[in-house]
């Protein structure tokens, strides 16, 4: 069992009681809710008449359902409307600050909390989506929750759960030139498996996690559960506070220095326990993609897609049905594999810094005939700040399409999907079996430059051959 | 699709039905139910959209829609059942599809919470003995009676020890799977956890 890690210490902080059947009781100390998780849970306290406990403690956002080409209201997707209005009545009733389109801090949920200096470190983040690991970048214990648990927390502020095992994930060196965050992520997830984080809280740790800005961290740490990991997390350094300074919701003057006091004593010990430790070498990751129907099915740029004998026995099934999913060979290359369209954008690459790597790739380029790109800024802010460094106007004179954000083509639940068996590129989290809105879409995951390298081609490219 | 459906509630103990299997590891929720399902405001109508775009595919023959499996209540899978999103809306549309009980090598964490919290105990058994229960399905009804006090399926030929863990099955025996009210005793304790918590003392507070 772990020991003195961050993650033993956050839950100790938090747990409240330990619970007759053998779990602890574990208060939360923000709840992220949106529109697509939470109506059914406001309608559960209903019926059981009960009230938000700590309404200060619940932040809502609106971010899968929104249209990305035109936000006026009503949308023209009836249910998409029905349930924007149910989560402003929802949150109007119980005193909750929204997020809502206009607000100048929409967007999707796991973009926006760390813009608005609401993520810090130390604290338990839930919210109704799994991609809430993300938070964990600041050293928070954060995670994916279900609908009943949404009500749990908005009725009691805490969750009845069994404490999760600790896995260090030490990554050495440094990432190479073009190869991103994401690509790290995708080999990690590739040589630990899809279900290898279950029962687990990830620590990513050592020098390559070090060096990594606080965006790219968020991509490593958004993308745990695609390892099975409901939990990644980062203990925090200096470059975790500057992120989070003078934030709307960061504390302020002399609450700052107390915040900083305890937030320096926040981390892992040296001496820690863990349940687990992996080491690899960061230097080795080359630009990544996936070619199957989970993520954990990735190769670098200029490997081949594996036959079925390099597979493990385990591994066997989910190849061969991806392998006729994909219609892909085994065997066969990943490098000029045609692609339709390309898709920058999600809680895991449409922050402000996704959006400049690309735009480095594309400016002065065109986007290739037979490929629909576009881009969707995770939210209004970073679109604001991609329109005040010009970024938009690269994105719109090299051929994509510009968008307002949202959570888009990475779940395709608006109007933004793949048509019939599509390949696109994207810079998304899944590439499960219709995730991008076709049930028999295809979808090739890969970091934000590598995106922009495959608009231009026209097929999946090695971003390295665009940059100096 | 079953005629009428009722949310389990109370303490949950034993549970008899039919199994029905279906093959393959991570198999996700996106799978389980397609994103477009989401766009609802209640669960009720979930359970026909269960596995939409692999039945289709499948053209009548996805276990689902297999005439002899309409009856079927506990479902046999494979590794890492349930990964991906946190939709609740998957186990919701199993459940309103008809089935109270999932057998499987090993679920997803979250999907896994969700099925507790929802009233829908989740065993795992190992790799072999799930092989044994499928291929038997394949050939002919498996009626499987779930004592959960002794962790033990039984059929007439086979006999399994289930495994869950020791908290899940506490809950459902007590009835204290639906946490609410459990977590709500707390009350008092809550709110002291609240004022020691560092950071609520120096936040910014949203207005």
């Known amino acids: ?468 | 699709m079953k005629s009428e459906f009722t949310s389990p509630i109370g303490k949950i103990s034993n549970m008899n039905g039919q199994c029905i299997s279906l093959i393959g590891n991570d198999i996700d929720t996106d799978r389980i139910i397609p994103a477009r399902f989401l766009k609802c405001v209640n669960f009720d109508s979930l359970g026909e959209s269960v596995f939409e775009d692999d039945r289709k595919t499948l053209k009548g023959k996805h276990p689902f829609d297999l005439e002899e499996n309409k009856n079927a209540s506990i479902l046999v899978v494979n590794s890492n059942f349930g990964c991906g999103s946190s939709r609740e809306h998957a186990p919701q549309a199993l459940m309103r599809w008809g089935i109270q009980a999932i057998i499987g090598e090993s679920f997803a964490d979250i999907f896994y919470s969700n099925c507790i919290a929802i009233g829908i105990p989740c065993f795992t058994l190992p790799k072999k003995s799930i092989e044994e229960m499928q291929n038997y399905c394949d050939n002919q009804f498996l009626f499987l009676e779930i004592d959960l006090k002794k962790s033990l399926a039984k059929s007439k030929e086979l006999n399994f020890n289930l495994e869950i863990k020791e908290s899940s099955r506490k809950m459902f025996l007590s009835g204290e799977w639906d946490a609410t009210s459990t977590l709500l005793e707390n009350e008092n304790l809550i709110e002291k956890k609240f004022n020691l918590l560092p950071y609520v003392k120096f936040n910014t507070k949203l207005s």
């Open chain 1, 1 to 468: 069992m772990s020991q003195d890690t961050l993650f033993d210490k956050v839950w100790d902080l938090h747990k409240v009681s330990s619970l007759p059947g053998g779990s602890d009781q574990i208060f939360i100390g923000l709840h992220l809710i949106h529109e697509v998780t939470s109506p059914q849970a406001f309608g559960a306290l209903k019926d059981k008449k009960l009230k938000v406990k700590f309404p200060h403690r619940t932040v809502a956002t609106v971010d899968h359902i929104v249209p990305t080409d035109n936000q006026s209201r009503p949308f023209k997707d009836n249910l998409a409307e029905q349930m924007i209005e149910t989560l402003e009545k929802n949150c109007l009733e119980h005193k909750i600050r929204f997020f809502n389109i206009g607000s100048g801090n929409q967007g999707i949920v796991h973009v926006v909390a760390p813009e608005l200096g609401l993520t810090q470190p130390g604290m338990t983040i839930a919210c109704g989506d799994s991609h809430t690991s993300t938070h964990g970048a600041f050293g928070s214990i954060a995670f994916g929750i279900g609908t009943s648990q949404v009500r749990d927390v908005l009725a009691t502020q805490t969750l009845a759960m069994n404490k999760l095992k600790v896995r260090q994930i030490w990554c050495e060196n440094k990432l190479s030139k073009g190869v991103y965050a994401k690509d790290l992520v995708l080999h990690i997830i590739n040589k630990l498996g899809v279900k290898a984080g279950v029962g687990f809280a990830y620590e990513f740790a050592g020098p390559a996690i070090d060096e990594l800005s606080m965006e790219e961290r968020m991509t490593i740490c958004n993308m745990s559960i695609e390892g099975g990991a409901r939990c990644g997390y980062i203990n925090p350094d200096k470059k975790t506070f500057s992120y989070i300074k003078n934030k709307l919701c960061a504390p302020k003057n002399e609450n700052w220095d107390k915040a900083l006091r305890w937030w320096e004593l926040l981390k892992s010990d040296e001496n820690s326990i863990y349940d687990d430790v992996i080491k690899l070498d960061a230097s080795k990751v080359e630009p990544t993609v996936t070619w199957g129907i989970t993520p954990g099915q990735s190769i670098s740029i200029n490997e081949h897609i594996p036959l079925l004998d390099e597979l493990s026995p385990n591994d066997k099934l989910v190849a061969k049905e991806a392998y006729e999913y994909m219609s892909f060979k085994p065997g066969q290359l990943i490098k000029d594999t045609p692609v339709d369209v390309c898709f920058i954008g999600s809680c895991t690459n449409g922050r402000i810094s996704d959006l400049r790597v690309a735009a480095k790739v594309l400016k002065g380029k065109k986007v290739s005939n037979n490929v629909k790109a576009f881009a969707v800024p995770g939210s209004e802010k970073v679109a604001t700040e991609a329109k005040q460094e010009g970024i938009d106007q690269i994105f719109k004179d090299s051929g994509f399409q510009w968008r307002e954000p949202g959570c888009s083509m990475c779940l395709a639940m608006n109007s933004d999907k793949l048509i019939g068996n599509q390949v696109s590129a994207s810079s998304s989290n899944r590439n499960f079996k219709g995730r991008q809105g076709s049930p028999s879409g295809r979808t090739l995951l890969m970091s934000p430059a590598m995106v922009a390298a495959a608009a231009i081609n026209g097929k999946v490219s090695d971003v390295r051959e665009f940059i100096n």
